[in-house]
């Protein structure tokens, strides 16, 4: 299955690496050093050279406890590393938002998907991803980024993630969205908690049964930390490489990470023994 994400082509046939490209100042995995299009097209680059399959550009951290951005500063900070990337590089663009303007400008500029923590539940958003008529990625999250942490809470968790899953392709198809468009992530840390996270990673595969493609962030985040003595970000490269190979062997189709290397190399190893297992 190839996604077609403004004519560049994802290849689903086999799991790939969406790399993450942060351009927000107060970013915990770049530490603010590529906020300006040129360091922000070396990392793209660097990532494509490891072999991302697509770079997923985000302008507003969506981190828990996390502010919004205004508008315009958001624009500012996504639009001209798109365009840079979009001129220079082979791959296609996702753009991280919840913003209804910020995803018609994004793909005006070139971005092929639309990558949406809110699951397009934010005002505008359904529309203006119908009418971009690119692949989008609905995530689940529970509450807003400011309070999700506080006290997650779910009859279980991985029902009601996937009725979460039903409701939202339901709503993107009767807004026009074709459902061949559409791409399912159970948003690790987002209103949850470790136990809510592994359960969801756990039982990956149910969330498949729409037959829509998953996509899963576990990269550096705090699930992993929690599991290695409440590691610092820095060393939790391993712990996140067993969590994308256990997604990906569990049927995730992209895995939205930080250290693209490392990542390709384990999924190489993934996709060879797949191919054999039926
Ligand atoms: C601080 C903490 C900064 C956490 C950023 C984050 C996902 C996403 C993010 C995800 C999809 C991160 C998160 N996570 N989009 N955006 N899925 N689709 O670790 O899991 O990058 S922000």
Do not use: W
Not at 26 to 41: K, M, N, W, Y
Not at 112 to 130: F, S
């Amino acid at each position: 299955m190839i996604l077609d994400c403004a004519g560049r082509g994802l290849d689903l046939t086999r799991p790939q690496v969406m790399g993450i490209l942060n351009v927000t100042p107060d970013s915990f995995s770049d530490g603010g050093c590529f906020t300006g299009p040129e360091r922000a097209l070396e990392r793209a680059r660097r990532m494509v050279e490891e072999g991302a399959a697509i770079i997923d550009v985000g302008g507003e951290s969506t981190r828990p406890g996390a502010q919004g951005v205004p508008l315009e500063q958001e624009l500012e900070r996504v639009i001209p590393v798109i365009e840079a990337i979009r001129s220079e590089l082979a791959v296609p663009v996702s753009i991280d938002t919840s913003k209804a303007h910020v995803m018609r400008e994004a793909v005006r500029a070139g971005a092929g998907m639309i990558n949406d923590v809110m699951g397009l539940r934010g005002e505008g958003a359904l529309q203006a991803a119908a009418d971009a008529a690119v692949p989008v990625c609905l995530m689940h999250m529970q509450g807003e980024p400011r309070t999700m942490q506080r006290a997650p809470s779910y009859r279980e968790v991985v029902t009601d993630v996937a009725e979460f899953f039903e409701q939202r392709v339901r709503a993107c198809v009767a807004a026009g969205i074709p459902r061949e468009r559409l791409l399912l992530d159970p948003g690790f840390g987002f209103g949850k908690s470790l136990e809510h996270n592994l359960r969801l990673l756990a039982h990956l595969d149910v969330l498949r049964r729409p037959g829509l493609p998953l996509l899963v962030g576990i990269s550096r985040k705090s699930m992993i930390g929690a599991l290695l003595n409440d590691a610092p970000v820095e060393r939790r490269l391993h712990g996140s490489l067993a969590a994308a190979v256990m997604a990906a062997e569990r049927g995730a189709a992209l895995l939205r990470v930080h250290d693209v290397g490392p990542t390709v190399e384990a999924l190489k190893v993934v996709a060879a023994v797949l191919m054999r297992a039926g």
